[in-house]
């Protein structure tokens, strides 16, 4: 199950897909990409509002990562955040939505 993180890098990712078909031929499918980054988005603003009355130091440091642009795979072993991104860095490409 996904939590509020990831549900943010989601919108995040879906977010920057829509941008990018902005001014293209499918106008459309920009729509549906912002329209699914919403979801997204919704969903983690309501998991961010339920952490913060009821979570863990583990949903606080997912959070921290999330909003650095970081995965969960680039924390230390010692559990301490790398250090943010570089600016333009990319990412792994949205998922597919049909």
Same mark, same amino acid.
């Given at each position: 199950?996904?939590?509020?993180?990831?549900?943010?890098?989601?919108?995040?990712?879906? +977010? #920057?897909?829509?941008?990018? =078909?902005? &001014?293209?031929? %499918?106008?459309?499918?920009?729509? /549906?990409? !912002?329209?699914?980054?919403?979801?997204?988005?919704?969903?983690?603003?309501? +998991? #961010?509002?339920?952490?913060? =009355?009821? &979570?863990?130091? %583990?949903?606080?440091?997912?959070? /921290?990562? !999330?909003?650095?642009?970081?995965?969960?795979?680039?924390?230390?072993?010692?559990?301490?955040?790398?250090?943010? =991104?570089?600016?333009?860095?990319?990412?792994?490409?949205?998922?597919?939505?049909?």
């Amino acid at each position: 199950m996904a939590n509020g993180a990831t549900h943010y890098r989601m919108a995040e990712q879906l +977010a #920057a897909e829509a941008y990018r =078909r902005l &001014g293209q031929e %499918d106008e459309q499918a920009a729509e /549906q990409w !912002a329209a699914v980054a919403q979801v997204f988005a919704t969903l983690a603003n309501t +998991a #961010a509002v339920l952490q913060a =009355r009821h &979570g863990s130091s %583990d949903d606080a440091r997912e959070w /921290q990562d !999330a909003l650095a642009g970081r995965t969960r795979q680039e924390r230390r072993r010692d559990g301490s955040p790398m250090p943010p =991104r570089r600016p333009g860095a990319t990412r792994d490409p949205p998922p597919r939505v049909v």
